[in-house]
T-cell receptor, first 111, second 115 residues
């Protein structure tokens, strides 16, 4: 069964460094999403992406964040200058027929 | 604006007893409703969804949920709880009238099934 994959599973970085989180959505899906979950708390919407552009973003998704689909399969989330409060689980999802399929997540730890 | 409420931070139930995890929602259009389960240090695992049709929806692992439009609720239920059901449960809604596909998640309910 096809699934969404994410790499790395855990990323540790120093405050102020750039990180890129990678996702491979399910191949025939067209809408892609990033969500964030801080330490077992609420899952928060960050951004949605369709047809190679952002279709919606939350107030969390400020200028430090960007998304790209560089090669037609990968979908990346970049944080330019990480802050301590960016430490969280980041989930990628893709959608088909009203159902979102979530990846296993990347745990980002900012020291 | 769309929102989801899970009024209980934690639900404790004895193994073999029925369980209910509550969820209420607020949307402007028709709701698309979902339940996900999360085990420690794992991703979000889909349990069931309501899009249209029968109000009683059956999902994975013996879980079911009932869509109640008048009460704007979508409570998750299981007739007989297992210790292995202990996990964090999230309700989510998508507002079909909002022009957005994003999900809004509740704050989560931790289910503890006691042996």
């Amino acid at each position: 069964e096809p699934e969404v994959t994410q790499t790395p599973s855990h990323q540790v970085t120093q405050m102020g460094q750039e990180v890129i989180l990678r996702c491979v959505p399910i191949s025939n899906h067209l809408y892609f999403y990033w969500y964030r979950q801080i330490l077992g708390q609420k899952v928060e919407f960050l951004v949605s992406f369709y047809n190679n552009e952002i279709s919606e973003k939350s107030e969390i998704f400020d200028d430090q964040f960007s998304v790209e689909r560089p090669d037609g399969s990968n979908f990346t989330l970049k944080i330019r200058s990480t802050k301590l409060e960016d430490s969280a689980m980041y989930f990628c999802a893709s959608i088909l027929r009203n159902e979102q399929f979530f990846g296993p997540g990347t745990r980002l730890t900012v020291l | 604006a769309q929102s989801v409420a899970q009024p209980e931070d934690q639900v404790n139930v004895a193994e073999g007893n029925p369980l209910t995890v509550k969820c209420t929602y607020s949307v402007s259009g028709n709701p698309y409703l979902f339940w996900y389960v999360q085990y420690p240090n794992r991703g979000l695992q889909f349990l069931l969804k309501y899009i249209t049709g029968d109000n009683l929806v059956k999902g994975s692992y013996g879980f079911e949920a009932e869509f109640n439009k008048s009460q704007t609720s979508f409570h998750l239920k299981k007739p007989s709880a297992l210790v292995s059901d202990s996990a964090l449960y999230f309700c989510a809604v998508r507002d079909s009238g909002s022009g957005t596909y994003k999900y809004i998640f509740g704050t989560g309910t931790r289910l503890k099934v006691l042996a």
